[in-house]
């Protein structure tokens, strides 16, 4: 055999086994690239996410009950006030003029009845003597005499009675004139703070109307019970009870948590604008409802109104399956596809309608190199992983991401793990 041939040869053997490694290489890579995390006991809590404000349990706005100038005005907002201390005082000047006319009034009252109750006394005595006359003589009184005599009587008792309601309507005047003097000084209600102060000396208190909310002078509160108000949305709603704690973050404090238990869950929910006036809104708007959060052991520095964001622990499972909530997909039943996420919410609640499509949850195991998909039942969602009630063992090894590769694996498809380059992303255990 010539050289130049032999050299051939083993040129073409080099380049044949080239490309066979080649191939042996290619079919290596093939695949989805996947991430694998192991089904595992962990410690999960569910929680609401709510953002709203703080508040005191108790707060009273004081308003004027009367209208008149300022004219002292006794504390600065942040005092401390005890409960009947007087806070500020409107111009009592025309009230107690309106008190001194009362009591004229029922001086004059109580003249005339006391004249009444005369003139019935001689009005009887007078009677008296008539009626002893004509039983001893009819010819010195005459009947007539009698008659008038008798209603004489009783018209001066009418009157008596009269004087005596026109005591008692004087006397109420009175009573008025004093309780409208009384409310010149206005006083605390309640132990507290005052944290708003709205008005100044010789500023006017307007009292309130049906179409006019009136004044607010200042507001007391009482800053040893202070809570949470949140808004959360109304899917979330039922799984919340009286009594649930909850971790309070309060934007004045970023480095301290605040710890609290729900004492109150509205009925109804916090309309939007449109909603309120009639008006049609142009999109969906979120149903939210409010619910309150009673602190534990409120610092004294906390105010009101401040921003604030809490999580309500809802349920806790101990040492339960679980994997991770990226895991979790959907496929139809029997073709077991990806669902587009292009398609519309109408025309998926259409199609769920009509029995086109049945949608099942599950994940995706991998076995011996392949993606299967398997059914499962889940229960709470913790903050990374949802509890597994049924469907899986300890120790499945389920495709936990990326997104995209989740969401176009099919059943039966090849997928090879991702490298590792640090620690395993299968944590031990979960608090939220």
């Known amino acids: 055999m010539k ?54 349990h108790l707060a009273v706005e004081i308003q004027a009950d009367i209208m008149g100038r300022i004219t002292d005005l006794w504390v600065r907002e942040g005092d401390s006030v005890t409960r009947g201390q007087e806070l500020l005082r409107i111009d009592p000047t025309q009230y107690e003029a309106l008190v001194a006319r009362a009591k004229a009034a ?8 006391a004249q009444a109750r005369a003139n019935l006394i001689q009005a009887e005595r007078s009677f008296q003597r008539a009626e002893a006359l004509a ?52 006083s605390s209600p309640i132990d507290g703070v005052v944290t708003r102060l709205n008005v100044e000396e010789g500023e006017t ?7 006019n909310p009136g004044s607010l002078l200042l507001t007391v509160s009482d800053l040893s019970v202070m809570e949470a108000v949140v808004r959360v949305d109304e899917t979330d709603v039922p799984h919340i009870e009286l009594g649930d704690s909850a971790s309070i973050q309060i934007d004045a404090f970023p480095r301290r948590t605040f710890t609290g238990r729900v004492v109150e869950i509205a009925h109804s929910s916090v309309r939007p604008p449109e909603s309120m006036t009639g008006a049609p809104s142009s999109q969906s708007q979120a149903v939210d409802f409010e619910v309150v959060i009673r602190l534990d052991d409120p610092p004294p520095v906390l105010r009101p109104d ?26 139809e039943s029997g073709e077991l596809e990806a669902i587009p996420q292009e398609s519309s919410e109408a025309q998926a609640a259409a199609d769920a309608a009509s029995g086109q499509r049945k949608d099942v949850e599950g994940v995706f195991v991998l076995r011996d190199g392949t993606a299967h998909f398997v059914p499962v039942e889940v229960g709470i969602a913790g903050a990374e992983h949802f509890e597994i009630l049924s469907g899986l063992a300890e120790g499945d090894s389920v495709v936990a991401g990326p997104y995209e590769a989740i969401r176009n694996l099919t059943e039966g498809a090849i997928v090879r793990v991702m490298r590792q380059t640090g620690a395993s992303n299968a944590p031990a255990g979960e608090t939220n």
């Open 106 to 113: 029922v001086s004059e009252a109580l003249a005339r009845q």
């Open 135 to 186: 039983q001893r003589d009819t010819g010195f009184v005459s009947r007539q005499q009698l008659e008038e005599a008798e209603t004489q009587v009783l018209v001066n008792r009418e009157l008596v009675t009269a004087a005596e309601h026109s005591v008692a309507q004087a006397r109420a005047a009175l009573k008025e004139a004093e309780d409208q003097l009384a409310k010149t000084t206005i």
């Open 306 to 331: 401040l921003s604030a964001t809490s999580e309500i622990v809802t349920d806790q499972r101990a040492g339960v399956l679980s994997i991770p909530i990226i895991a979790l997909t959907v496929r």
């Open 3 to 56: 050289r130049r041939t032999k050299v051939g040869l083993v040129v073409g053997a080099v380049v044949l086994v080239g490309i066979i490694g080649a191939l042996a290489a290619g079919g290596g890579e093939r695949g989805v690239e996947v991430r694998v995390e192991a089904v595992q006991p962990r410690d999960l809590v569910a929680t609401v996410t709510g953002n709203g404000w703080i508040r005191p």
């Open 205 to 211: 208190a307007i009292v309130g109307t049906m179409n």
